[in-house]
């Protein structure tokens, strides 16, 4: 039921906006009572936290799987894991539909990409630590978290607020990274 709910809020979310989505729509699609629905998520903040949370999982994986790729290269993972990230934005229906909804003051759900982003930063912060906590375990942990953050927040930003193309951001990303993390230059 969960995830039939949040295909339902994610496909209502990317039609119409998120300010337009209603419990009552959301529950019909998925073939459940409100009140049940209620109870799952707690009240469409709830719905929304769920939904966001969902979308960074997907792209956690994706990450997780491009840094992989490149087990002993630092460079080379940062690099392709931002690239990643830029392009399934970009990709993404959903953060679309958020980032370009936001302009048209529909901008319930940016919070949780911006003002409100601990748990997507979290994650992503988890996910980053672990990978570079088994290929360089020589770096210090409390810079190795300082960096990642520093890092995570930066790509975050860059996806809310794009300046340059993801090739290019994707190398001062990493650049940064690297001389924070003291892991040479690219």
């Given at each position: 039921?969960?995830?039939?709910?949040?295909d339902?809020a994610?496909?209502?979310?990317?039609?119409?906006?998120?300010?337009?989505?209603?419990?009552g729509?959301?529950?019909?699609?998925?073939?459940?009572?409100?009140?049940?629905?209620?109870?799952?998520?707690?009240?469409?903040?709830?719905?929304?936290?769920?939904?966001?949370?969902?979308?960074?999982?997907?792209f956690?994986?994706?990450?997780?799987?491009t840094?992989?790729?490149?087990?002993?290269?630092?460079?080379?993972?940062?690099?392709?894991?931002?690239?990643?990230?830029?392009?399934?934005?970009?990709?993404?229906?959903?953060?679309?539909?958020?980032?370009?909804?936001?302009?048209?003051?529909?901008?319930?759900?940016l919070?949780?990409?911006?003002?409100?982003?601990?748990?997507?930063?979290?994650?992503?912060?988890?996910?980053?630590?672990?990978?570079?906590?088994?290929?360089?375990?020589?770096l210090?942990?409390?810079?190795?978290?300082?960096?990642?953050?520093?890092?995570?927040?930066?790509?975050?930003?860059?996806?809310?607020?794009?300046?340059?193309?993801?090739t290019?951001?994707?190398?001062?990303?990493?650049?940064?990274?690297?001389?924070?993390?003291?892991?040479g230059?690219?």
């Amino acid at each position: 039921m969960r995830d039939r709910a949040l295909d339902a809020a994610r496909a209502l979310t990317v039609q119409k906006g998120w300010s337009r989505v209603r419990m009552g729509d959301v529950a019909a699609l998925t073939g459940v009572s409100r009140p049940t629905l209620y109870k799952q998520f707690g009240d469409k903040q709830g719905l929304g936290e769920a939904l966001i949370m969902e979308e960074t999982e997907r792209f956690l994986v994706g990450i997780s799987g491009t840094l992989e790729a490149h087990p002993q290269d630092a460079a080379g993972g940062i690099t392709a894991a931002i690239e990643y990230v830029l392009a399934e934005a970009d990709a993404s229906p959903l953060l679309c539909a958020i980032l370009t909804s936001a302009r048209d003051a529909d901008n319930e759900l940016l919070p949780m990409l911006t003002t409100r982003s601990a748990p997507v930063l979290d994650a992503a912060t988890r996910t980053l630590i672990s990978w570079f906590t088994e290929h360089f375990p020589q770096l210090d942990p409390q810079d190795l978290a300082d960096g990642v953050d520093a890092v995570v927040r930066l790509a975050v930003s860059h996806l809310v607020l794009p300046v340059d193309d993801r090739t290019t951001t994707a190398r001062r990303l990493t650049r940064i990274a690297l001389r924070t993390l003291q892991l040479g230059t690219v």
